[in-house]
């Protein structure tokens, strides 16, 4: 009594023995349940349908409900449909891509359906992919100077379409009529700048000419041009790599592209010399003439010297070399040099630097370049002389040899200071001379005079001058207190104050020979003012 069973006819109820064991009672078991194992059970399924195992088989559920059959593998090419439990024909196959307008679909593992994603505003899908548009629908554009386009609806291209005759295409995409005619034709945009008429004709383009290694560069008739620095050349004819050549200092092209110094000579300041040549051959060598004293005397050679400047008078003139000299200020300086001794015929000349002769006279008198002593108002010599008034700074005297001869070379250099007042030459003999001084001085004499100006007279004399008395005298000349006092570069100052009162007289003599001399009228302490002066200078 109280034991259940399922009767096999009826798996939806269970059967109870009964109190006195002599019977069965049956109980229907409630809905969606099957007895089993003598117990109503919640089922597992619907009896009878289908179900999937996986994506690959199907099933159907047993008559009870609390199993399923066996499994059917679905055949190749179908899978199990979930909504269905059945075996159906795919529709696409896993794993591939497609387009569908805008949007890409990929095949879900089941064939059965697909996963979808729409590309973004600026893609296209195409075989399955997103790709990004190339342009917006619609847009205008160059696709060179010569042919317009249009991208396409999808953006995926353009449809392109070309320009007129002497047309181009603009930044905007449409086309409009050249303002200039593209092409190698060229002008200057300015003096270091050339213009170009752009690619589409819509206007020039202005390019920077390129700087080149030592020179400076140009436009000239449109064209880019260098023009080499002095002492450099281009000598290779390419502007790219500029002036490579160093004239100055090149054997191969010495001074000047092609110009190939002589075997045993070398090239210094753009001129072929002999390797034996002086060292003052050129500027850089120049020999410094020491100012301390006024009179100075030197020697040298231009023997193997080469030909470095253009002298200013005597054409012919080769051969020579430099000296160099400052005067100091802050006065200026009469400055007077010769050649007298030397045994060539010499041209002797001053210059500014290193390339520039001296040929602007400042003061009456002044000898500036000399071939022979004749022409500087000196018995005739082969020698030379020259006379200037120079200012403080650096200066130069060159010695070159009349038609290329050298030699040795005698030089005498004297300089005396002619202050900043008046300066004016002095006749020979007897004269009266007149002037005023005012301000301040510059120089002074051995008997003082250094803060009041001064008024100042120089002559030069010849090699074959003998010399002679020398006077002046401002007594009774002037109504201040003068200074008065004569220079010779080669002898002592003749100086005088207080000779009659506060006037002044000198006696004195002038040495024989070449040089230069000067007279000056000077004031005791700061005095100044007008004066005549009676001289007689040999």
């Known amino acids: 009594p109280g034991a259940t069973r399922c009767p096999g006819a009826a798996p939806g109820s269970v059967e109870s023995c009964d109190a006195d064991g002599l019977g069965w009672t049956a109980s229907a078991c409630p809905v969606a349940q099957s007895c089993s194992g003598g117990a109503c059970r919640a089922w597992l399924c619907t009896p009878g349908t289908p179900g999937c195992v996986g994506s690959t088989g199907t099933r159907a559920c047993n008559a009870d409900g609390l199993?399923?059959?066996?499994?059917?593998?679905?055949?190749?090419?179908?899978?199990?449909?979930?909504?269905?439990?059945?075996?159906?024909?795919?529709?696409?196959?896993?794993?591939t891509a497609t387009c569908e307008g805008a949007t890409r679909r990929v095949c879900n593992a089941d064939g059965l359906g697909y996963t979808s994603a729409t590309c973004t505003a600026t893609q296209n899908c195409t075989a399955g992919v997103c790709v990004d548009q190339v342009c917006t629908p619609g847009a205008l554009s160059c696709a060179d100077v010569n042919t317009r386009r249009r991208c396409n609806a999808t953006g995926a291209g353009y449809d392109a379409a070309p320009c007129a005759a002497m047309n181009a295409c603009l930044a905007s995409g449409t086309c409009a009529p050249w303002t200039c005619t593209p092409g190698?034709?060229?002008?200057?945009?300015?003096?270091?700048?050339?213009?170009v008429c752009a690619p589409d004709g819509q206007g020039f383009v202005s390019t920077p000419c390129p700087s080149a290694a030592n020179a400076a560069a140009a436009c000239a008739a449109g064209l880019?041009?260098?023009?080499?620095?002095?002492?450099?050349?281009?000598?290779d004819g390419a502007a790219t790599n500029g002036c490579e050549v160093d004239t100055s200092a090149s054997a191969a092209h010495c001074g000047r592209c092609g110009a190939a110094c002589p075997a045993g000579q070398s090239c210094a300041a753009g001129v072929c010399r002999s390797t034996s040549?002086?060292?003052?051959?050129?500027?850089?060598?120049?020999?410094?003439?020491?100012?301390?004293?006024?009179?100075?005397?030197?020697?040298?050679?231009?023997v193997g010297a080469g030909v470095s400047l253009s002298a200013p008078c005597g054409s012919n003139a080769g051969a020579?070399?430099?000296?160099?000299?400052?005067?100091?200020?802050?006065?200026?300086?009469?400055?007077?040099?010769?050649?007298?001794?030397?045994?060539?015929?010499?041209?002797?000349?001053?210059?500014r630097d290193c390339s520039t002769a001296l040929t602007t006279s400042t003061t009456t008198g002044e000898v500036l370049c000399n071939d022979d002593l004749g022409g500087a108002g000196c018995a005739t010599s082969t020698q030379s002389t020259v006379v200037a008034r120079l200012t403080a700074g650096t200066w130069y005297l060159v010695v070159a040899g009349y038609n290329g001869t050298s030699g040795s070379i005698n030089l005498r250099f004297q300089h005396l200071p002619v202050g900043g007042g008046t300066l004016a030459q002095l006749p020979v003999g007897s004269s009266t001379q007149s002037g005023a001084t005012s301000g301040a001085g510059l120089m002074g004499g051995a008997c003082g005079g250094s803060q009041a100006g001064e008024a100042t007279w120089w002559w030069r004399t010849c090699p074959e001058a003998v010399g002679g008395a020398f006077s002046a005298s401002t007594c009774s000349r002037a109504n201040w207190d003068t200074l008065i006092y004569q220079r010779n570069a080669t002898g002592a100052d003749l100086c005088s104050d207080d000779s009659c009162s506060a006037q002044s007289a000198i006696n004195g003599s002038i040495p024989p020979g070449a040089g230069i001399h000067t007279f000056t009228v000077d004031g005791f302490s700061i005095n100044t003012g007008s004066f005549s002066v009676q001289v007689l200078r040999p």
């Open 277 to 302: 040549a002086p060292a003052n051959d050129s500027c850089a060598g120049a020999v410094v003439i020491p100012m301390t004293a006024a009179n100075t005397n030197l020697t040298g050679t231009n």
């Open 184 to 195: 190698p034709t060229a002008v200057c945009a300015s003096a270091t700048a050339r213009q």
């Open 320 to 351: 020579d070399v430099f000296y160099r000299f400052v005067v100091p200020g802050p006065s200026p300086e009469m400055v007077y040099a010769d050649t007298q001794g030397s045994n060539f015929d010499t041209v002797l000349y001053f210059a």
């Open 67 to 95: 199993a399923y059959g066996a499994t059917t593998t679905c055949a190749a090419g179908a899978s199990c449909t979930p909504a269905t439990g059945l075996c159906g024909a795919w529709i696409c196959t896993p794993g």
């Open 224 to 235: 880019c041009a260098i023009t080499c620095n002095a002492g450099f050349g281009d000598c």
